[in-house]
């Protein structure tokens, strides 16, 4: 079950690389970067905060962190990608479309 997690948090997190460095061209925000390295996704969005989203494979969580909402720990069902990228994303663009 921890390789299935690894998996789907990896695919998952890689995946919302791709989303969010096209959200940041697309929306022009002042300082916007990200690095995606062993596990952490990193997003600095300027003076709208630094959000980090990471996954805690011993717990099989991911965890997000963000300016507006502290610490959240993600406890999916890793049967599938969705369940994971789901949860995931939709908490990502809610936080994003918050900061843009």
């Known amino acids: ?3 299935a997690f ?12 791709d989303v969010v460095e096209a959200w940041g061209e697309d929306n022009d925000v ?8 062993e596990g952490v996704v990193t997003i600095q969005m300027g003076t709208h905060g630094t959000y ?12 997000v ?3 507006g909402g502290g610490l959240t720990a993600l406890h999916p069902k890793v049967t599938s990608f969705t369940s994971v990228y789901s949860l995931e994303i939709s908490g990502a ?8």
């Open 52 to 63: 980090v989203i990471n996954k805690q494979g011993p717990n099989r969580q991911v965890w």
């Open 65 to 67: 962190s963000s300016p």
């Open 6 to 17: 690894h998996r789907v948090a990896d695919e998952m997190l890689g995946n919302l690389e």
């Open 1 to 3: 079950m921890e390789v």
């Open 93 to 100: 663009y809610k936080h994003l479309g918050r900061a843009a």
């Open 30 to 37: 002042e300082d916007f970067d990200f690095s995606h390295e």
